[in-house]
């Protein structure tokens, strides 16, 4: 962990996903600009699409960024800038989460006092200490946090398919629902740094740096992301009772024990076979066959 003091004016560039929070996000944005600006911050609101961004301008005057909204926005954010400034350019990020599971927020411990968020923001942002985390691609698209194909990733796609505007963990239901009555289990191929270790064989399967998925349960239970490694989990299902009984292993923490569970670690990922749908952070992304590789560059996270 490292510290950065302030010794003169620099640019905070503040993105805020407006829809995020039932609109806290504009309300959290509003608040935070002027007491940055007194603090001597030149801070700079953006509420377009972060892949609509064109420019940042110099990246390094930047101090920091300010990421206000859920895993998915924060996951665009970063692949802009990056895009723009180059991935290893991207400056010291704040995390504040807005979205439904705010993974990223909870796996770096990050708390706010909101009875003084402004100058709490403030305070953290004058020391700016910072943790390096391990980023990765799935099909060249960036991803922080998990990447996955199952039946998961088939609910995303449903919800993605009808969302309008914010959600919540209850939107998700209706197109768990549609989901779970379509599913048609795939079956797939797992190679990990070139050993095959699934053939054939219908199954989901787990990508990632944190051991935090969802709605909280462990599915990469030994994952870290400052490690240099991404955790693999394949879990064979091809039936809805196995569904059950695996997420009820999951939820008990005991699914890794499970025999016909395989758990392992590695830095490129090939997954092929049948199509099968994908997320990465939360959003949908495209179907199977997926190529997931670990990157050198890494992203300083503003912590505590």
């Keep these: 962990m490292t510290g950065t003091a302030l010794t003169r004016p620099r640019r905070v560039l503040i993105f805020a996903n407006p829809t995020s929070g039932r609109g806290r996000g504009m309300e959290i944005l509003t608040a935070l600009t002027p007491t940055l600006k007194r603090e001597g911050w030149d801070a700079e609101a953006r509420i377009e699409h972060p892949a609509h961004l064109q420019d940042i301008g110099d990246v390094e005057d930047i101090h920091a960024l300010i990421v206000i909204g859920g895993d998915g926005t924060l996951r ?14 991207v400056p010291p990020t704040l995390v504040m989460g807005l979205g439904t599971a705010n993974l990223m927020q909870q796996h770096l411990g990050l708390v706010y006092d909101y ?41 995303v796609h449903e919800l993605s398919s009808s969302r309008v505007g914010p959600i919540t963990k209850l939107s998700y239901v209706a197109p768990a629902l549609t989901a779970l009555k379509d599913y048609s289990f795939p079956k797939l191929s797992v190679e990990v740094d070139g050993a095959m270790i699934l053939e054939n064989q219908h199954a989901m399967v787990f990508v990632g740096n944190v051991p935090e998925y969802g709605t909280g349960f462990p599915v990469l239970r030994k994952a870290s992301s400052f490690d240099r490694r991404l955790d693999v989990c394949v879990m064979p299902c091809s039936t809805h009772h196995e569904l059950v009984y695996l997420w009820l292993l999951t939820v008990a923490g005991k699914h890794t024990s499970w025999h016909r569970v395989k758990y392992t670690t590695g830095r490129d990922i090939r997954i092929t076979g049948d199509p099968a749908p994908m997320q990465i952070d939360g959003d949908a992304a495209a179907m199977t066959p997926a190529h997931i590789r670990l990157l050198e560059e890494r992203i300083a996270f503003i912590v505590r």
């Design 76 to 89: 665009t954010v970063i692949e802009r800038v990056g895009q723009l400034a180059g991935l290893a350019n």
């Design 115 to 155: 009875s003084r968020l402004a100058d709490d923001v403030a305070d953290i942002l004058r020391h700016r200490n910072t943790v390096l985390v391990d980023t990765s691609v799935a099909n060249d698209r960036l991803f922080l946090l998990v990447a996955s194909c199952g039946i998961d990733a088939a609910v």
